[in-house]
């Protein structure tokens, strides 16, 4: 068990639908990172934040938000939704030094 | 970015046997990592290990940093070591960049 936990482990739903995917870091870690893995695309790096702020950004897509919350979990929000976006979505955290980063069980979105 | 390269992309082994894994990075070490992918889907850590040598249980790795490159061994691989193994190393933002993976598969 890394520490972070993601919720809901599984998600169906229709396209043009939106969802929201939780996730709550390690103790401690105050960087939460969202990735993507797709059969075709592999595993990609969608958005970093950092104590609430946003750090980073990947190839997100403008249908994609994400925010942090000064409890610091985090929430990836979809809307809009394809087929193409079903995929797993992994969060993960790391302490201040961004080095070891450790990911949650992940949420499988499937788009129907 | 950082190109990321594992090889090879797929592995077959009988139970008992070892394995070696391997990672090319295109630019300087900064903070690699190693995860198996199980069955399930779960990306579980096996080593943080930016440079040198460590080991847990029947696995471990090497990173030469200066080489650009890092190993991973698996010895008397058991059927619960099938899964996909990635490499990841950060970007100068922390980013991780994955490699595409090598597809594990031990037989009984």
């Known amino acids: 068990d890394s520490g972070v936990t993601q919720t809901p482990k599984h998600l169906i739903t229709a396209t043009g639908q939106r969802v929201t995917l939780r996730c709550s870091p390690r103790s401690g870690d105050l960087s939460v990172y969202w990735y993507q893995q797709s059969l075709d695309q592999g595993l990609q790096f969608l958005i970093q934040?950092?104590?609430?702020?946003?750090?980073a950004k990947g190839n997100i897509l403008e249908r994609f938000s994400a925010q942090q919350f000064p409890d610091l979990h985090s929430e990836l929000n979809l809307s809009s939704l394809e087929l193409g976006d079903s995929a797993l979505y992994f969060c993960?955290?790391?302490?201040?030094?961004?080095?070891?980063?450790?990911f949650g069980p992940g949420t499988r979105l499937t788009v129907l | 970015g950082i190109q990321v390269e594992q090889s090879p992309p797929d592995l077959i082994l009988q139970e008992g046997a070892n394995s070696t894994l391997r990672c090319n990075f295109s630019d300087s070490v900064n903070n690699l990592q190693w995860f198996h992918q199980n069955p399930w889907g779960q990306l579980i850590n096996l080593f943080y290990?930016?440079?040198g040598t460590k080991q847990n249980g029947r696995l471990s790795a090497t990173t030469v940093a200066t080489e650009r490159y890092s190993l991973l061994y698996i010895s008397s691989s058991q059927t619960t070591d099938s899964g996909v193994y990635f490499c990841?190393?950060?970007?100068?933002?922390?980013?991780?960049?994955f490699g595409a993976g090598t597809q594990v598969v031990v037989t009984p």
């Open positions: 290990i930016p440079s």
């Open positions: 993960a955290s790391s302490g201040t030094s961004f080095n070891e980063q450790f």
């Open positions: 934040y950092y104590n609430g702020e946003e750090r």
């Open positions: 990841a190393d950060t970007d100068s933002w922390g980013k991780l960049q």
